[in-house]
């Protein structure tokens, strides 16, 4: 479908349900201001009235802020300073999670179940602790892979459908397997018709139901963004502003023409891999019917550690994909599409090993022979690749004309599939494999 046909309704309704929360809590900020001593009150009701939920860009930095990693805080209160348990490090469950809403956690079906916890956690040791530590080492191994995704997405998928999850396979193309849900890694999102109601959200008292062709834009509910500043200007001009703020935060030099960059070059790494004039990519196709619980696919260049738990931030790791189990996709349709793609970039990892020549002659001999990868559940324990018999991975390099002014994006050439680099790898694309 075409984009002016379809939107999705679960971005929409959890935009709405987002907008419905930050109601809630403005209007608790109000109250709670009211409650300070009379010298304080007029400076907190002056913060409250403007009071805005903050938000963590981490394709720019991938550490995870010290706000959400901190068990307890310290806060100024009506009541005078106060240590109370941080919200955003831990959820309470009221009530607890049921077994039938939560699948186990790892491989084994005797492994923790989430309905155990009392609170949610982020990476629990054995004493279902959480580690922050872990959870940023995760982060910071696949945070050049994420800054340049989150580029790549922006400025090369035009089609909302494939841009939006990783089951839609129209108009994915080779170079497109990357999509929002393959970057935040979760499978929420389903194609719907633009006036399917939003229940449960009210767009008024009488009862009317919100709908995404009259919730799609958050000016609607009278906020913006940072560098979406959708006032007063026309669509041509908020393009403009859109396309360079997304230049300014992801890809600020302006272009790096030569396939072969200089050792001096590789010391601003994390900006080149957005500029150079050829992309390499990994793409990872696997049916849903293969999945058996949630589990990870780990790329390296070179080989795996022996040591499974150090998998997700080994110093040779190039990214992790996330893949969700099929109890938790909604398949009730009898045509969604048999698989789920994703994608990761090879460029920042090829460069912070070294590699100053990212032509195919250089890339598919190292690819061939450095190129490895490893499957893990989420309890870290190691999948049989066999297991999963429907996995294909390959590697496609894709053609790319750098942005010349800061208001352009680059062009997107044709991608070529590589099969020599995976041909022989159990779970990669062999030669007489089709690619989708």
């Not at 080779?174 to 935040?184: C, D, F, S, V």
Request: charged share 15%; no cysteine; proline share 8%.
């Amino acid at each position: 479908m075409a984009l002016y046909e379809v939107r999705s309704s679960a971005a929409i309704t959890r935009m709405t349900f987002t907008d419905a929360a930050k109601e809630i809590i403005w209007l608790n900020a109000q109250w709670i201001a009211a409650r300070y001593p009379a010298p304080q009150r007029a400076q907190y009701r002056a913060a409250a009235r403007t009071l805005r939920i903050p938000f963590w860009d981490w394709s720019l930095d991938a550490t995870m802020p010290p706000e959400v990693s901190q068990p307890t805080i310290y806060i100024n209160a009506p009541e005078g300073t106060v240590n109370v348990p941080n919200p955003l490090y831990s959820y309470t469950f009221h009530p607890l999670p049921s077994e039938d809403e939560f699948p186990p956690i790892g491989s084994s079906p005797n492994g923790p179940k989430v309905w155990s916890f009392q609170s949610t956690v982020r990476y629990p040791d054995s004493n279902n602790q959480s580690q922050p530590d872990l959870v940023n080492r995760q982060l910071q191994a696949n945070g050049a892979a994420l800054h340049s995704m989150t580029y790549a997405l922006l400025t090369q998928q035009p089609d909302y459908g494939p841009f939006s999850n990783t089951r839609y396979d129209d108009a994915r193309g080779l170079g497109r397997y990357n999509n929002i849900e393959n970057i935040h890694n979760g499978i929420h999102m389903l194609i719907e018709d633009i006036n399917t109601p939003l229940s449960p959200f009210h767009e008024d008292d009488s009862g009317t139901l919100w709908t995404s062709a009259r919730a799609w834009s958050t000016r609607t509910f009278g906020y913006s963004y940072p560098g979406i500043n959708d006032w007063a200007v026309n669509s041509s001009q908020l393009s403009t502003n859109v396309k360079t703020r997304l230049n300014e935060l992801y890809n600020p030099t302006r272009r790096t023409s030569e396939r072969s960059v200089s050792a001096n070059a590789l010391g601003n790494m994390r900006l080149l891999p957005n500029a150079m004039d050829i992309q390499w990519l990994i793409n990872i196709a696997i049916s849903k019917s293969d999945i058996p619980s949630p589990f990870f696919v780990h790329i390296y260049l070179g080989s795996a550690p022996t040591d499974p738990s150090t998998w997700s931030f080994a110093p040779n790791l190039v990214a992790s994909h996330s893949v969700l189990d099929t109890s938790m996709l909604n398949t009730a349709g009898a045509d969604m599409p048999a698989k789920l793609y994703g994608q990761i970039p090879l460029n920042p990892a090829l460069l912070a090993a070294g590699n100053t020549d990212l032509s195919s002659s250089k890339m598919v001999p190292l690819l061939k022979s450095q190129l490895n990868w490893r499957l893990q559940s989420t309890d870290d324990a190691p999948i049989e690749i066999g297991k999963l018999p429907s996995l294909k991975i390959h590697v496609v390099g894709q053609d790319i004309k750098p942005r010349v002014s800061a208001d352009e994006f680059p062009e997107y050439g044709t991608a070529r599939v590589y099969k020599e680099v995976t041909n022989g790898k159990a779970g990669g694309l062999q030669n007489g494999d089709d690619v989708k």
